[in-house]
């Protein structure tokens, strides 16, 4: 036994002798042999690194309905690292990725073909390998397609060695509201590559080009450009390690993108939808051929804007740029004839220049969204005449139904050649006298100034600015337009005397919508110009507050008392719906009118808050060829005081949801 002992412990040393001895031998062999090889080879191995876009922060309204939200998903991208010179091998997976888009998508998508996809890729060629232009960019990865099936995503990874340079990332697309919740002031996205085109006329994202990824998705207007930078959030990283050969030969390292931070806007659902439902509705209504030779009559009228202000906080709950469009076919990218369907009103109207919805022959013989802002000057004309001591709250005034002036004797007058007889300065804003605004303001404050005469211009445009009017807003909106004082144009064509006796009864100056309101809001407020808000407050995406914003007062008109309540008791203009309302509401219409190409139109616009005692909200309504404010603008800003008391409160009663104020259809 002692001898099989002995035979199997020789055994046990001679085995591990003779597995030392190969070892020492492999390891001379790495080291004095393959030690070359194997560095060169550890060398080749790199990290094949994707930058992932954050995730965009949520828009809720002030309720907290989410309005545009980014949905996760996963996409296919495609980058060129110098494979553009191999055209065939990339037309040829660009025919691949046709047919495994065709099997495996979702039947409802739109379908790519070719030809698109190589289009995407922007590599330099088209399909006939016809040169186009050079790569935009190198090492970035373009996206090709988003929303991907379980079995696109299965194929394009079991496949992705014979697919070179497709990978497929999780990312997100941002979706908003299928009910066009005030889509224009909301905005939309585009890719950063073409933002910060020089063409695209935005700056914003000048110099930025470390900090954005090409193929991102970034705010391109309204407030997804003006919190930007809140709502983008922070990019991540995909990161493989690949051979020489670009195969993966590891596992992925991920970091995570982080999540923007959430906008909670001012903007009231319900009242928004109320106010856009209004307009349309009675755009519908005074459009009908039924009414025809009727005062609510208006064929051409294709188009709204209307505004509504809380006074003391300056928060907009309603802002209505109609016609509007669905922000969603921005996702993707759209075709030359989509974007030319709805390019006229792509623009928000109660900002900046917006058209209606014609054919493109058509439409330049209509009005934009500016127009002359009409009676609707009348209670700030009054306040001029009143601080610049033409006339007191007691003047008298006969009315004849016109006034001639200068002296080519040119004779202006009132609507129909109404003569309303003795005036004074409230009554004159009641019957909407045009006579008394030129007789005894236009014309007196020119005389007053008379040596000076671009300075009763300067005087003018100087009390209009104290109201919002003739300047920005301060809402810090993108493309924010500042109006038009035409006076100082119409001034040389014509005369400063001419030019003050159309600016005192508003046929000399053109405002946006919310400047309208905004003027509104400082006569309610008795002359507390407050700045336009939209946002309510900005969160983490956990929460946590980031900011909340408080009312600023931007300028303060320090007018006599009395002088206020002269031009307010004045503001009892007839508006058809608005004395259906259980509360008073203070108004003036107006009825601008126009020369344009098209002929001489008639613009409906309408200024108003309420109550009158407490006032609350600020409303502005304006209406391109709806004729007169009374029938076509107004109706709309009484829907809106009703959806307003109903779901917020404040007018007839002080909780959301007490009162139940309705006003019926014309």
Known sequence: MQKHFSVRLNVFFFVAFLAFTILIVRLAILQ?????????????????????????????????????????MQSVYYRVEGRATNKDDIIQLA?????????????????????????????????????????????????????????????LLEHRDQLTGIEVFEDSIRVYDPQRISAQLVGYMKRYNAARNPVSGLNFYKDRGDEYLEVEDVGFDGLELMYQDELRGQKGFKSYPVNALQKIIGPATLIAPEKGHNLHLTIDKDVQLATQQAITEHLEFIRNRRLAGSTYYAPNARSGYA????????????????????????????????????????????ITTSYPDYPEKERSKHPSSLVYMGSTVKPLSVLVGLMENVISPNSTYSDGGSFTF???????????????????????????????????????????????????????????????????????????????????????????????????????EKYTTLQLTQFAATLASRGKRMMPQFVEKV??????????????????????????????????????????????????????????????????????????DNPVLAIAVVVPEGRFGKFGAAPIAAKMYAAYDQYIGGLSSPAAGGSKATVKSP
């Open 539 to 612: 969160t983490k995406s956990n929460g946590d507050l980031v900011r909340g914003y408080e009312p600023v007062v931007l300028t303060e008109a320090n007018y006599p008392s009395n002088y206020w309540d002269v031009v307010i008791r004045g503001m009892k203009s007839g508006a058809e719906g608005i004395d259906e309302l259980p509360f008073p509401v203070a108004r003036k219409t107006g009825t601008s009118t126009q020369d344009v190409p098209g002929g001489r139109v008639d613009n409906a616009v309408f200024i108003s808050f309420a109550p009158i």
């Open 95 to 155: 025919t691949e990725l046709e047919k495994i888009f065709s099997l495996y998508g979702k039947p409802e998508q739109k379908k790519l073909s070719a030809a698109e996809i190589l289009k995407l890729m922007d590599v330099g060629f088209d399909m006939d390998k016809a040169k186009t232009k050079e790569p935009s960019y190198y090492y970035v990865p373009r996206r090709i397609k988003t929303d991907l099936t379980n079995k696109e995503i299965a194929f």
């Open 406 to 508: 200068g002296k080519d004797k040119r004779t202006i007058s009132n609507s129909d050649g109404h003569a309303y007889g003795s005036l004074n300065p409230t009554t004159a804003i009641q019957v909407s006298s045009n006579t008394f605004m030129s007789a005894m303001i236009g014309v007196p404050l020119y005389n007053k100034y008379g040596g000076e005469k671009s300075k009763v211009l300067d005087v003018w445009a100087q009390y209009f600015a104290e109201f919002g009017l003739g300047v920005k807003t301060g809402s810090n909106l993108p493309n924010e337009y500042e109006g038009s004082n035409e006076f100082f144009k119409n001034a040389k064509t014509s005369s400063y005397q001419s030019a003050m006796v159309y600016a005192s009864w508003g046929q000399n």
């Open 307 to 350: 505004v509504a202000m809380e006074v003391q906080t300056g928060k907009v709950v309603a802002m209505a740029s109609m016609p509007d469009y669905d922000t969603n076919t921005w996702t993707g990218g759209m075709s030359n004839d989509e974007y030319s369907q709805i390019m006229p009103f792509i623009n928000n109207g109660t």
């Open 32 to 72: 004095f042999v393959e030690s070359k090889h194997l560095k060169e080879e550890t060398a080749s191995i790199t990290n094949s690194n994707s930058p992932i876009a954050p995730i965009r922060g949520t828009i809720y309204d002030r309720t907290g309905y989410p309005v545009a939200q980014s949905r996760s």
